[in-house]
């Protein structure tokens, strides 16, 4: 191919930024950084290797150029003059220039990298998505094409972001919280997927006669969960959101008794208000221990696990569904404490 393109008459480096050093040359369509001196070879194979239609686009441009300044004494209709001039060097002056601003956009330090990079950052922690997403290969494959100029961060850039993010968002609710008269803590115990326990804190507020709700804690918990250990927890956790007890007016909880010990302990029992919809399960689960609700419960436990056990059973429960124009449902197992899963478990959905 090289053998059959002429060189475009601007020079191979028009095609290019050079760095500061003068060695190093990038590519304006790819980004491609290329070592380079006083020849310009590996700048003309680049162009011919990988951008071929460019390279194309580029000597017809100049063929053009060529032909219309041959022209120049030929007699030529006013309008026509006037135009032809700004279609040759305007046009190529701000389509280098937009180039430049592309690459420059799409730099490390560029306006247009930040902005996605900020974006994908925002798209983690609202989607509740892992960090190794930049690194899947769909996704960069996805940002390939929409932003071919755009490099993908890794893993560690992510997370820096996203922790000095939250440093920022953190600061700015805290300068908040320090205009609001009263707030209201919801706390509670929690475990996920492995079994590992966490403490979360709501924060409730009013803004503007509108309720705000701010989630400002999930911490892990390692050690025993003793009131006075969650009351550790608690009071660090007030002080780094710089709440102090005077403003805090009343505190949420369920009625377990490590937690309930914890908000007297720390707060008082004035300002403890126990959970109104796990007070009114506490007394549907009272309510159940007949010995003739127990041995009804029991029954559906035993049909429940059978079905989940038998593939064809299963089936045969789905066809007569389908027969009688019933609505597929799930069977689900009674969990102790969620009077709901009793009803779940007794009735198909």
């Known amino acids: 191919m090289s053998s059959n393109r002429k060189t475009p008459k601007s020079g191979w480096r028009k095609y290019f930024l050079t760095k500061k050093d003068n060695t190093t040359a990038i590519c304006k369509y790819c980004s491609k950084e290329l070592k380079t001196c006083s020849k310009s070879t590996n700048l003309k ?10 390279l194309q686009n580029l000597c017809e441009d100049d063929v053009r150029d060529i032909s219309m300044s041959g022209n120049e004494d030929a007699p030529m209709h006013p309008a026509t003059e006037i135009e032809a001039e700004p279609s040759t060097s305007k046009r190529a002056r701000s389509s280098i220039g937009a180039s430049f601003a592309k690459i420059l956009a799409y730099a490390s330090d560029g306006n247009k990298n930040k902005e996605i990079t900020q974006n994908i950052a925002e798209m983690i922690c609202r989607d509740s998505l892992p960090f ?3 690194e899947g290969l769909g996704f960069k494959k996805l940002m390939k094409t929409v932003a071919p100029l755009y490099k993908v961060p890794c893993r560690k850039t992510i997370t820096d972001l996203v922790d000095t993010k939250y440093e920022e968002k953190k ?19 929690w475990k996920d997927m492995q079994l590992r326990s966490f403490l ?15 989630n400002i804690a999930c911490e892990p918990l390692h050690d025993n969960h003793t009131g006075e250990y969650l009351s550790e927890m608690i009071i660090k ?7 102090s007890h005077d403003k805090i007016v009343s505190i949420t909880t369920d009625n377990g008794s490590n937690i309930v010990k914890a908000i007297e302990i720390t707060f ?13 399960n506490l007394v549907v689960d009272n309510s159940v221990n007949i010995p003739e609700i127990i041995f009804f419960l029991d029954k559906v436990r035993k049909i429940v696990t059978w079905f989940h056990q038998s593939g064809v059973g299963a089936e045969e429960l789905r066809q007569t569904q389908t027969l009688q124009n019933v609505a597929e449902g799930k069977l689900k197992h009674l969990i102790g ?10 009735l198909h959905d």
């Not at 956790?237 to 709440?243: R, T, Y």
């Open 132 to 134: 190794s997403i930049v």
């Open 200 to 214: 979360g804190v709501t924060l409730h507020f009013v803004e503007n006669y509108e309720m705000k709700s701010i």
């Open 237 to 243: 956790i007030c002080d780094v959101w710089e709440l």
């Open 171 to 189: 600061a700015l609710v805290i300068q908040k919280l320090r205009l609001v008269k009263n707030v209201s803590l919801t706390i509670d115990e």
């Open 337 to 346: 404490g969620r009077i709901n899963k009793v009803e779940l478990a007794t």
């Open 45 to 54: 194979q680049h162009i011919e290797r990988k951008h071929p239609g460019v």
């Open 268 to 280: 008082g029992r004035a300002k403890h208000v126990r959970c109104f919809a796990h007070t009114l």
